[in-house]
């Protein structure tokens, strides 16, 4: 294909964003997706935008700003899983540009291209825009402030302004940790080109002026919901201050481990979590890791480079002493990693290119050849379908670009991740998907009994129930919880299977449906394999209590 190398790299940015459309009419996949969409919709149900509710109660965890973003969405669009996955889906699009914007302005505008290419064909972009998560708005917002204060470092107020505003909207989404990633890189900068005075500057104490005015309207939810009502029973203890939690507990509590939500850490977890996070461009970027320590290759970048370099390694670093770690954390620095890997990319020499012309293939072949494994071995309807599918993308990627070029090895690595994106997108997550059995249930319930008062009896983590059900779903975590609400006409409570013989016999229980159920993001090896798939699968029961 005889494109300029610009309009080809425009030209890939299209067709990854066309791939990524049919991820907006799938399922929302459990566990923190499904969760947030019925925390969107409760704010809907209950019209109250202040308070949030999760799994029947109080919820204290995230700030608001996903969930008042999912809601907006529902109040335009009415509550749907599409409502709910078109704003991370824009603002995916929109961090791409952004990265673009910054990349163009330090460097060159084919950087900036090259880098948008990578972002969006990143594995784990491309699932979190499937399965929605928080990550993917804390992106865009950190890349955003970094851009805007990268402006404003050439004086520019209203830069200045916007930059604290992203700055605050991604506080909104995690909490204050997220200002390393749009800080560090500044801080280090000055300090290694010996700029000392911006440290000094009162713009920057405006702008973190600014960021406290912009996040007034969290601390008073916060403040409204918990601070001023000691006696709610949050963490299974009473007098949880809100804002104490929001500034220490959910940051610095999950990173010392001594906070109400504590986790295992392992310093290599994000090492290997990228590998595979940011196919098929990992072995890229880690080589353009290693590149980076020879002094003769950051003498000859731009002195702006230190800032991103400087961002990535203080953010990764604090991730990796975390004793909080979950995989899709490091997506808020995939753009950083980006503009490292595009700029490797940029000095490679023929013989360089030559090297990972042959790399990119070999990972090429290989996901492919994995992927029309699982098409035959998962139980598709059509397996053979799916596998020529992957056979014409792969043999369309080796026609339409030839040559040891660099074009040949972005264009063909973006193919794959075109490839992969059908398949999860169009054939493995809706098959997935029909094994969530909340979503199956709740959609169930919505079509064939719309009037039924819905509930859930003795399992916590129904999100996805909660979310497509109709209505509001009751969380009933007893029997007794059971005996106040069964006068309720049409009461249908969701049940799993080791509660359904007590449930019989002692009430007027009607069976209307059972549901195959998988912890569809905890695949295990029998589970892929469908001749041993109903040894791993357990059951559901929609019961209707008379």
Same mark, same amino acid.
């Given at each position: 294909?005889?494109?300029?190398?610009?309009?080809?790299?425009?030209?890939?940015?299209?067709?990854?964003?066309?791939?990524?459309?049919?991820?907006?009419?799938?399922?929302?996949?459990? @566990?923190?997706?499904?969760?947030?969409?019925?925390?969107?919709?409760?704010?809907?149900?209950?019209?109250?935008?202040?308070?949030?509710?999760?799994?029947?109660?109080?919820?204290?965890?995230?700030?608001?700003?996903?969930?008042?973003?999912?809601?907006?969405?529902?109040?335009?669009?009415?509550?749907?899983?599409?409502?709910?996955?078109?704003?991370?889906?824009?603002?995916?699009?929109?961090? &791409?540009?952004?990265?673009?914007?910054? &990349?163009?302005?330090?460097?060159?505008?084919?950087?900036?291209?090259?880098?948008?290419?990578?972002?969006?064909?990143?594995?784990?972009?491309?699932?979190?825009?499937?399965?929605?998560?928080?990550?993917?708005?804390?992106?865009?917002?950190?890349?955003?402030?970094?851009?805007?204060?990268?402006?404003?470092?050439?004086?520019?107020?209203?830069?200045?302004? /916007?930059?604290?505003?992203?700055?605050?909207?991604?506080?909104?989404?995690?909490?204050?940790?997220?200002? !390393?990633?749009?800080?560090?890189?500044?801080?280090?900068?000055?300090?290694?080109?010996?700029?000392?005075?911006?440290?000094?500057?009162?713009?920057?104490?405006?702008?973190?002026?600014?960021?406290?005015?912009?996040?007034?309207?969290?601390?008073?939810?916060?403040?409204?919901?918990?601070?001023?009502?000691?006696?709610?029973? =949050?963490?299974?203890?009473?007098?949880?201050?809100?804002?104490?939690?929001?500034?220490?507990?959910?940051?610095?509590?999950?990173?010392?481990?001594?906070?109400?939500?504590?986790?295992?850490?392992?310093?290599?977890?994000?090492?290997?979590?990228?590998?595979? /996070?940011?196919?098929?461009?990992?072995?890229?970027?880690?080589?353009?890791?290693?590149?980076?320590?020879?002094?003769?290759?950051?003498?000859?970048?731009?002195?702006?480079?230190?800032?991103?370099?400087?961002?990535?390694?203080?953010?990764?670093?604090?991730?990796?002493?975390?004793?909080?770690?979950?995989?899709?954390?490091?997506?808020?620095?995939?753009?950083?990693?980006?503009?490292?890997?595009?700029?490797?990319?940029?000095?490679?020499?023929?013989?360089? !290119?030559?090297?990972?012309?042959?790399?990119?293939?070999?990972?090429?072949?290989?996901?492919?050849?994995?992927?029309?494994?699982?098409?035959?071995?998962?139980?598709?309807?059509? @397996?053979?379908? !799916?596998?020529?599918?992957?056979?014409?993308?792969?043999?369309? &990627?080796?026609?339409?670009?030839?040559?040891?070029?660099?074009?040949?090895?972005?264009?063909?690595?973006?193919?794959?991740?075109?490839?992969?994106?059908?398949?999860?997108?169009?054939?493995?997550? @809706?098959?997935?998907?029909?094994?969530?059995?909340?979503?199956? &249930?709740?959609?169930?319930?919505?079509?064939?009994?719309?009037?039924?008062?819905?509930? =859930?009896?003795?399992? !916590?983590?129904?999100?996805?129930?909660?979310?497509?059900?109709?209505?509001?779903?009751?969380?009933?975590?007893?029997?007794?919880?059971?005996?106040?609400?069964?006068?309720?006409?049409?009461?249908?409570?969701?049940?799993?299977?080791?509660?359904?013989?007590?449930?019989?016999?002692?009430?007027?229980?009607?069976?209307?449906?059972?549901?195959?159920?998988?912890?569809?993001?905890?695949?295990?090896?029998?589970?892929?394999?469908?001749?041993?798939?109903?040894?791993?699968?357990?059951?559901?029961?929609?019961?209707?209590?008379?």
């Amino acid at each position: 294909m005889n494109l300029k190398d610009t309009t080809l790299y425009k030209f890939l940015i299209v067709l990854l964003a066309i791939a990524s459309i049919p991820a907006l009419f799938g399922g929302v996949m459990e @566990p923190d997706g499904a969760l947030y969409a019925s925390m969107s919709k409760n704010i809907i149900l209950f019209k109250d935008w202040f308070n949030l509710y999760g799994r029947g109660a109080d919820w204290l965890d995230k700030p608001h700003l996903t969930f008042w973003i999912s809601a907006a969405s529902f109040k335009i669009f009415g509550i749907s899983s599409f409502a709910y996955k078109l704003p991370s889906f824009l603002f995916g699009l929109l961090g &791409a540009g952004y990265l673009y914007r910054l &990349a163009k302005d330090i460097y060159d505008e084919k950087t900036g291209l090259i880098s948008a290419v990578i972002f969006l064909s990143a594995l784990h972009i491309i699932t979190s825009t499937f399965d929605v998560r928080a990550e993917i708005y804390i992106t865009t917002f950190t890349l955003a402030s970094i851009y805007h204060y990268y402006k404003a470092h050439q004086n520019s107020f209203w830069h200045l302004v /916007a930059g604290s505003f992203f700055a605050a909207c991604a506080i909104l989404i995690k909490g204050i940790f997220v200002l !390393i990633p749009v800080f560090a890189g500044f801080i280090i900068y000055w300090l290694f080109t010996e700029q000392y005075q911006e440290l000094i500057k009162p713009k920057w104490y405006i702008a973190i002026l600014l960021i406290f005015v912009f996040i007034t309207p969290e601390l008073y939810s916060l403040y409204t919901q918990f601070d001023l009502h000691p006696e709610k029973i =949050v963490f299974e203890r009473t007098g949880v201050s809100g804002l104490k939690f929001f500034f220490w507990d959910s940051q610095f509590g999950r990173f010392f481990n001594n906070g109400p939500i504590k986790g295992k850490g392992d310093i290599s977890f994000f090492l290997h979590t990228t590998l595979w /996070a940011f196919l098929p461009w990992s072995v890229l970027f880690y080589t353009a890791v290693v590149n980076l320590f020879k002094k003769k290759n950051r003498i000859a970048l731009a002195p702006e480079s230190i800032m991103i370099w400087a961002s990535a390694a203080v953010t990764f670093l604090i991730f990796s002493l975390s004793k909080f770690q979950l995989p899709h954390y490091i997506l808020i620095i995939f753009p950083q990693f980006s503009i490292i890997t595009a700029l490797y990319l940029r000095k490679l020499s023929s013989k360089g !290119i030559k090297t990972f012309f042959m790399i990119q293939n070999i990972i090429f072949i290989l996901v492919i050849a994995l992927l029309s494994a699982l098409a035959y071995f998962f139980g598709f309807e059509n @397996p053979y379908l !799916i596998i020529g599918i992957l056979i014409v993308v792969f043999v369309l &990627a080796f026609l339409l670009f030839k040559g040891i070029l660099l074009e040949t090895v972005i264009a063909r690595s973006v193919f794959l991740s075109i490839g992969l994106m059908i398949f999860l997108f169009v054939f493995f997550y @809706p098959a997935l998907l029909k094994y969530q059995s909340g979503m199956q &249930a709740g959609n169930w319930l919505k079509q064939n009994y719309p009037t039924a008062k819905p509930a =859930v009896l003795n399992y !916590i983590d129904a999100f996805s129930f909660d979310f497509y059900a109709p209505g509001e779903v009751k969380y009933l975590h007893n029997y007794s919880d059971l005996d106040r609400s069964k006068h309720l006409k049409d009461l249908v409570v969701y049940i799993p299977e080791q509660e359904l013989a007590k449930l019989k016999s002692e009430y007027h229980a009607e069976i209307l449906k059972s549901f195959e159920y998988f912890h569809t993001t905890k695949l295990t090896g029998k589970f892929l394999n469908a001749k041993t798939r109903p040894q791993v699968l357990e059951h559901f029961y929609l019961v209707k209590i008379h």
